[in-house]
């Protein structure tokens, strides 16, 4: 069996946190600085994507449905088919940019389930290769990112906008 760790998402898990729903509160803001702000690679009709702050590897990225709610039978069809549109994108855009040799694809439903926001649901696209669990997240608690979140949304976020135009 294949572990993911992540002992580097501590930070996440201790800090502080912040008030009310970011989920809401980061797409609320508009613009291109903005969004690189709040790491907002893509926003559809209903549904927006936004890079993870405490990334298991670079391209992990979660698709957000605008509406606040954490009931995945109370999306609307309207809402459903855009999140599932976006999702796909993203998947697309990931293999683009990173050439992954696979990837994790998940939603976790309430706290319970492991959703660190849990009352406003999202899927997590997590890029993978062979050989990502190596030894230093298993013996020195660190994980080697080849770039910083800046430049994965500069690398991510033309390939959205490229995408969704239909270019």
């Known amino acids: ?50 890079l993870n702050r405490y990334p298991y590897n670079n391209g992990h990225l ?27 994108v993203a998947v697309k855009v990931v293999d683009e940019v990173y050439h992954p040799a696979g990837a994790n694809l998940g939603m976790n439903i309430g706290r319970d389930a492991g959703a660190g926001i849990d009352g406003h649901l999202h899927w997590h696209l997590v890029p993978r290769w062979r050989g990502d669990t190596n030894f230093m997240p298993v013996l020195a608690a660190a994980k080697v990112m080849i770039e910083t979140l800046g430049q994965t949304w500069d690398a991510l976020q033309p390939r959205f906008e490229a995408s969704l135009s239909g270019a």
Not at 17 to 37: L, S
Not at 64 to 83: C, F, I, K, N, Q
Request: charged fraction near 30%; aromatic fraction near 10%.
């Open 1 to 50: 069996m294949d572990h993911l760790w992540a002992p580097w998402r501590r930070e996440f898990i201790d800090a502080p946190k912040e008030e009310g729903c970011i989920f809401c509160r980061y797409p609320a803001e508009t613009g291109r600085e903005a969004d690189r702000k709040n790491l907002i690679v893509a926003r559809t009709a209903k549904s927006f994507a936004i």
């Open 62 to 88: 979660m698709v957000v449905p605008g509406r606040h709610t954490g009931d995945y039978a109370s999306l609307d069809r309207e809402e459903l088919d855009d999140l599932q549109h976006l999702l796909q």
